[in-house]
């Protein structure tokens, strides 16, 4: 999916944080080790976010190497950004659309963790145990904020 010129709007889990974008850049899984460590992942999901405005509550900073910080909500932790010379990538999930923003390249390969390759090939829970989780989903009440702005 070419997502050039997709405005989107996004934010953290708890809501404390929220965003627009005008415009989604391109869009890439970025295999490094700070990547993975600032996402507690195999991997971290980002794309290019042009003109972002901040809407509610600011992102707080860390520093994660001499050129590079990462954006992050200081309340429920969520990873929201990875920037370095004026460049601001959005992690994808955090967008409320996160299908607008597929990835098209693979960053830092020589970093990806040796089970990635297989992870598409797992295989499933039976149909039963699914339907189980579903019932499971459908009585929890999440604290979680809404895919939009509230």
Known sequence: MDTQNEPASGGCQCGSVRFSIARLGKASICHCRMCQKAFGGLFAPLVEAHDITWTRGERAIFHSSKTNWRGFCRDCGTPLTYEFEG??????????????????????????????????????????????????????????????DT
């Open 87 to 148: 460049v601001v990538e959005v992690a994808i999930g955090t967008l409320d659309q996160p299908d607008l923003a597929q990835p098209v390249v693979q960053v830092n390969a020589g970093y990806r963790r040796a089970c990635f390759d297989g992870l598409a090939k797992l295989p499933e829970k039976p149909s039963t145990l699914r339907d189980a989780d579903e019932a499971w989903n459908r009585i929890v009440s999440s604290n979680q904020h809404p895919d939009h």
